[in-house]
């Protein structure tokens, strides 16, 4: 009765109020045939947990080499459904969702002049961030830095994922006060939370990844 609430109230923008870590379990737990489709539902996620774990390997090794949690290998299901040629309304790219600006920093060289500013070519751009290896590698160095950047806070974990959404500068005026997060936000890291619970408790709740080949291990299969 309280899914099909949620469901009734909310069939459309699931980012329209916040939602509980609770709530978004029961939301990705729904069915996805009785609500507008999108990703929070049990076939999408069933379909993202399969792809994530074609990846899983490939992703330990950056999170490992940059000493962070695995959990965050959950990222993508919430950014991208782990589809390596996303692409948002913003023009962030690939499993991770990065922006064009942190594929500049952390991957690309320098290498056009204009207007006295030095840019990457798109074509560097797009390059890396399609690239699930790189798209990776990127992420782990950003969330690195976030980590390091919010160390000393209790919720350095929390502050961290806040900020991969919506940016350092956005989560330490929230923290100073001066400002407010995005609704978007707040359900950002709780649906994460939510994708945690449901990872520990699979047999439970009659969760059933679904495994497919992804680009990744296609590639891979053929060298």
């Known amino acids: ?86 692409v948002s309304r913003k023009g962030a790219l690939g499993l991770w969702q ?16 204009l207007d006295y500013k030095i840019i990457p070519t798109t074509k560097k751009i797009r390059k890396y961030g399609f690239n699930p290896v790189s798209n990776t590698e990127i992420a782990s160095l950003h969330f690195s830095k976030l980590f390091l950047k919010y160390r000393h806070h209790k919720e350095t974990e929390k502050l961290a994922v806040l900020a991969y959404n919506s940016g350092g500068r956005r989560v330490d005026l929230w923290l100073s006060g001066k400002s407010r997060l995005p609704d978007e936000t707040h359900n950002y890291y709780n649906k994460i939370m939510a994708i945690q619970y449901i990872i520990k408790n699979l047999k439970k709740l009659n969760v059933k990844p679904v495994k497919e080949l992804t680009i990744f291990e296609f590639v891979k299969s053929l060298i």
């Open 1 to 86: 009765m309280k899914i099909l609430i949620i469901a009734l109230l909310f069939p459309l923008n699931l980012n329209a109020t916040v939602f509980t870590q609770d709530q978004w379990v029961e939301l990705y737990l729904r069915d996805c045939k009785t609500v507008e489709r999108n990703m929070a539902c049990k076939k999408e996620l069933e379909k993202a947990l399969g792809k994530m774990a074609g990846y899983k390997s490939m992703t330990f090794k950056y999170l490992d080499k940059e000493g962070l949690p695995r959990w965050l290998a959950t990222i993508p299901i919430v950014e991208s459904s782990y589809n390596e040629k996303a």
């Open 98 to 113: 990065i922006m064009p600006y942190n594929i500049q920093v952390y991957k690309t060289k320098k290498i056009i002049l």
